[in-house]
Structure formats: structure tokens, C-alpha cells
């Protein structure tokens, strides 16, 4: 390590978990070896039929003369303005919500988004405390650890387990536990994923509600990773709803619908942390990636991204 690096160098250029998980996808990805299947990173195999659709709907932009806005113009910092307009109308058709446009920015992946969110609501606070991200439930999200700007900024609390047949078990929430973390740390935002990874886990809506309840009890933003959840991918196999607040962040992703590649993710929040999120993007990157939102436009407003989830 170079000892000329400020802390945040040190802290950024050292080998992380998650750093050594993308490197060797890298590697495995541009290999010459025909038996290398790719599992790995969360992200799913090339689906034909589903190939077929993105490539049919990057054709449609070159015809309809749309790739100009596309490649060689920015989005404002919040992200395209009319891929957020059919994405607030999809969600409140499907699930009754009552988003506007306020409620929604583009970021460039979730990782990316989780950085903001995490450092936006954690670490060193104007008043010299420090602050921590709540895991719930362990094992978690190992792209999470190294997020913080700050050090020693997340707390993480053992999982019950329920013991199932077959010599299955599936991990609950120990509430008693996380009310306990709450009195002994300082808590500034919670954040679950579900479903989990890696371990598919996926939290009952019971639980999901009482988690709800305790954050906004405690006046502490609650944020639920979707990447894999509902309505896009739905690489979930469990019947569970998707509820979402004023004070829930819902973090969603097109990796694992198939677009690893475009590096686009989604933040559902209140109007607050939307314009706190759009502004940190114009510093950090001035305007999320435009190419997954432009794909995905005409999908949505012809009804054909749930679908495309749902079947294939």
C-alpha cells in the first residue's frame, strides 16, 4: 500500500472481499475456456429469449433515431427524466403506490447507490457522533462491508434459526436482540436485502412489517435491498408482498434481470434523500449511465418488463 495515500486511498485501494469477487469474474468472464459457465456475482446466465428482447429494443432506439439521446447527451443528475415518469406509473398501477417523479433517482448500479445511501445517513455526523449501519441479519450482503467511509460503521446481529425438515433451516429476525443493538449503538439506517444474498434467505412480511415499524419508531430510515426481489427480476421464490413508505428506501437493480453490463440502479425513497441522491450523483459522477434507462422505456410503457420477469 502506498503510505502517500490519504486514509480514504488506504482505505479504498486495499484488497476487499468484494474486489476479489468482481476480479475473478473479470478473469472468468474473458477466458478462452468453452466449460466456464457463469453463476457467479449474482448475476444470471445469457437467457436467449430474453437476449433476444434487449438486442430487439437496442434495434428499435437505432430505428426511431433514439440513440443520440442515449450515448451522446447527459441525463440530469437525478436520471432520465422520462424513464423515471414510466417507471412511477408501472409501480403504482402494479402495486397501488402513490409515487411521483420526486420519488425516484437513477445511480449507476446499486453498489454505487448503497455508497451514497450508507455514508448519506451513517458514519462522522455534524455533531461529532458517529453513526452505524444496522444488518439485521447475518450473513449479509458482502459488497455492504467496505461501503463506509468511516470506520467500524456497521453492526450486524445473529440471526435465529428455525430448523425445517430435511435438514433445511431458514434464518428469522431476533427482534429482542435488534432492539437491544438499538439502545447500545447509534443507529442511522437500517438495511436488509431480500431476498439475502448469498443465502436466499428471504424475511416474512411479518417480519418485514415489524422491522418497518421499529425503524420509523425510532425515527431511522429502513432500507430493503430488491435486487433479486419484486416485480424486477423476481428471482424470488416465496409468496411475499412489496410494501413500500415515506421512510422505506427501496433499492432495485437491472443486473439481475440480465444487464449486468449497464450498471444502472434505482432508489425509491422519500422527496428528501431523491435530492440528496441527485445531488451527490452530479459530484460524484454528474449524471447516472443513460443506456439501461433508455432500453428499458418502451418496455415498461407497453407493459412488457413484468411480463418479461414473470415468464422467461
Known amino acids: 500500500m502506498n503510505k502517500n495515500y490519504s486514509k480514504f486511498g488506504q482505505k479504498f485501494t486495499r484488497y476487499s472481499g468484494i474486489t476479489q469477487l468482481m476480479d475473478d469474474l473479470g478473469k472468468a468472464n474473458h477466458s478462452d475456456d468453452e466449460d466456464i459457465i457463469m453463476l457467479g456475482g449474482g448475476n444470471p446466465a445469457l437467457i436467449p429469449e430474453a437476449h433476444d428482447i434487449f438486442v430487439s429494443e437496442l434495434k428499435a432506439l437505432i430505428d426511431n433515431n433514439e440513440v443520440d439521446q442515449m450515448l451522446g447527451r447527459y441525463d440530469g443528475p437525478q436520471g432520465s427524466e422520462v424513464f423515471i415518469q414510466v417507471l412511477v406509473k408501472m409501480l403504482n398501477d402494479h402495486y397501488g403506490w402513490n409515487l411521483d417523479e ?21 458514519g462522522e455526523m455534524p455533531d461529532d457522533s458517529k453513526k ?17 467511509l468511516s470506520a467500524n460503521m456497521f453492526v450486524s446481529v445473529k440471526p435465529k434459526i428455525h430448523e425445517l425438515d430435511n435438514q433445511q433451516f431458514k434464518y428469522q429476525i431476533d427482534f429482542d436482540q435488534l432492539e437491544q443493538t438499538l439502545k447500545q449503538e447509534d443507529i442511522g439506517v437500517i438495511c436488509i436485502s431480500r431476498p439475502t ?10 417480519e418485514l412489517a ?40 427501496l433499492c ?7 444487464l449486468p453490463g449497464l450498471r444502472a440502479g434505482i432508489v425509491i425513497a422519500n422527496h428528501d434523500t ?9 459530484i460524484l459522477v454528474l449524471a447516472p449511465n443513460s443506456v439501461g434507462p433508455s432500453l428499458l422505456t418502451r418496455m415498461i410503457k407497453d407493459k412488457g418488463l413484468i411480463p418479461l420477469a414473470n415468464n422467461v
Not at 234 to 244: C, F, N, Q, R
Not at 252 to 258: D, E, Q, T
Not at 274 to 282: D, F, H, T, V
Open 102 to 122: 420526486g420519488n425516484i433517482a437513477i445511480t449507476n448500479g446499486s453498489q454505487s447507490s448503497f455508497f451514497s445511501l450508507f455514508n448519506l445517513f451513517a
Open 132 to 148: 452505524k449501519v444496522l444488518l439485521p441479519i447475518a450473513p449479509e450482503y458482502i459488497g455492504y462491508a467496505d461501503q463506509g
Open 197 to 206: 444474498n448469498p443465502t436466499g434467505n428471504v424475511i416474512t412480511d411479518d
Open 210 to 249: 415489524k422491522l418497518d415499524s421499529i425503524a420509523q419508531a425510532n425515527n431511522i430510515p429502513l432500507i430493503v435491498d430488491n435486487a433479486y426481489g419484486q416485480p424486477f427480476p423476481g428471482a424470488i421464490y416465496t409468496d411475499v408482498s412489496l410494501s413500500w413508505n415515506t421512510n422505506t428506501i
Open 252 to 258: 432495485m437493480s437491472l443486473s439481475k434481470l440480465g
Open 274 to 282: 431523491i435530492e440528496a441522491i441527485s445531488r451527490m450523483n452530479g
